[in-house]
């Protein structure tokens, strides 16, 4: 894998100036999609970058539930503003086992879930990565491609990377033949990192067959699963079948980690409300396993922030609260769902060259388009189309309004000679 590009700094003891040596650093290039977006004054501009929810009317969406049990929390005279314990709140880390490992899961029952509450799934990656690196340290073999941002993660946490090959550009699928090929070759006790569901960049999954054949190259091989959960519930649309990888691999009797977030399918974007797991083998070793988690989370951020994991913790222990969460979680899935429809009936009845199967094939937030990096540019600098130059496209900025000018801008890019 090609190392991250570490910025040369030349610094200089006796300078006037100590951060003179400092050149700039390249913008993230999510959010400089974004910021150019907006900068943007063409009244048929589409986002396609963005990682958030958006109506139909591509406006940013609020929960009806969460609005409802936010005003409860900042209205009950009870809670105050002090320090949540390092692991987070209680009540919220159970209701994350539940949701992730199943309501009557015996590993819950029996105290081999370890779980930490983390700013988000970005710091539920950070913190089980730490952990790694001080107690299981071992190279980590991540999906190619896979979301940027994993790759900083790990580097950070000083961990060697490598690639397998997990996406096919023939078939715009799941190269599962490489896949079980490359980590077959893997070191005994790697560490593999697995997205649960609506893989992000290429929203291609594994199926289930294809889930057990990586479970039986991971157990020859004792690889430990690092399974990332950001998109629960928008995949198939359903949150129990969507963490089938995550159940089948406890279920195997797996030694694993998981990274979840809540910031997609309860639009907690801004809250960073996350959940680091740790499956372990007995109830002594999970408590060995907290203390030392613990000591990570001190020195990363100390302690965790309140209103996003009260307000989670409502939803996931309250039976009528989460009911509601699921059925707009439903209408929310329902609509990037029915937009892969449109886009690829637009597609078809434009009779654009090539065929766009995979765009109904793929799940979740993101499709990978297939597109070119040349291909793209154009899209963004002659039709105001922003997507990130890999083809990867954001199903949640497509609207019934702008899917027709979406396939005609694809058509005239795909013809361009």
């Known amino acids: 894998m090609q190392k991250l590009q570490l910025l040369q700094n030349q610094f200089n003891p006796t300078s006037d100036d100590i951060f003179f040596h400092i050149v700039q650093a390249p913008p993230d290039p999510i959010f400089g999609i974004a910021n150019a977006y907006k900068a943007d004054t063409s009244s048929t501009k589409i986002d396609l970058g963005v990682g958030a929810y958006r109506t139909d009317e591509e406006k940013p969406y609020v929960f009806e539930i969460i609005k409802k049990l936010e005003k409860e929390i900042v209205n009950d005279p009870t809670l105050n503003k002090e320090y949540l314990p390092i692991e987070g709140l209680a009540d919220f880390n159970k209701g994350c086992q539940k949701l992730m490992f199943g309501q009557n899961s015996p590993l819950i029952a029996s105290g081999q879930i370890v779980t930490a509450q983390c700013l988000g799934g970005t710091g539920a990656l950070r913190v089980g990565f730490e952990f790694v690196k001080r107690h299981i340290p071992g190279d980590v073999y991540v999906s190619k491609p896979t979301w940027s941002n994993h790759n900083q993660v790990i580097e950070r946490a000083g961990l060697n990377q490598f690639e397998y090959p997990y996406f096919e550009p023939k078939t715009k699928g799941f190269n599962c033949a490489g896949t079980i090929e490359c980590l077959s070759q893997a070191r005994m006790g790697s560490i593999v990192l697995l997205h649960v569901c609506a893989h992000n960049p290429t929203g291609v999954d594994p199926t289930e067959a294809e889930w057990l054949q990586i479970a039986d190259v991971c157990k020859k091989r004792r690889l430990v699963p690092f399974f990332d959960c950001a998109y629960q519930g928008f995949a198939s649309g359903c949150i129990e079948k969507d963490v089938f990888a995550v159940r089948k691999f406890a279920e195997l009797g797996f030694q694993m980690i998981v990274a979840q977030s809540f910031s997609k399918n309860m639009g907690l974007y801004n809250e960073r409300v996350g959940a680091v797991h740790i499956v372990t083998s007995n109830k002594d070793i999970s408590a060995r396993v907290l203390s030392n988690l613990k000591i990570v989370i001190r020195t990363i951020c100390s302690n965790p922030p309140a209103i996003g994991a009260r307000i989670a913790a409502k939803i996931l222990?309250?039976?009528?609260?989460?009911?509601?969460?699921?059925?707009?979680?439903?209408?929310?899935?329902?609509?990037?769902?029915?937009?892969?429809?449109?886009?690829?009936?637009?597609?078809?009845?434009?009779?654009?060259?090539?065929?766009?199967?995979?765009?109904?094939?793929?799940?979740?937030?993101?499709?990978?388009?297939?597109?070119?990096?040349?291909?793209?540019?154009?899209?963004?600098?002659?039709?105001?189309?922003?997507?990130?130059?890999?083809?990867?496209?954001?199903?949640?900025?497509?609207?019934s309004k702008n899917v027709r000018y979406l396939a005609e801008s694809i058509k005239a890019v795909v013809q361009n000679k």
């Not at 979680?329 to 029915?338: A, E, S, Y």
């Not at 793929?362 to 189309?385: A, M």
């Open 317 to 399: 222990t309250d039976e009528k609260n989460f009911n509601a969460w699921v059925e707009e979680l439903k209408t929310v899935t329902g609509r990037i769902i029915k937009m892969r429809t449109l886009l690829k009936q637009e597609l078809d009845n434009l009779k654009v060259p090539g065929n766009w199967d995979h765009i109904t094939r793929q799940t979740g937030f993101f499709t990978f388009t297939g597109l070119t990096p040349e291909q793209c540019d154009l899209l963004t600098k002659q039709y105001h189309v922003y997507l990130l130059r890999s083809g990867r496209m954001s199903m949640a900025g497509i609207t």
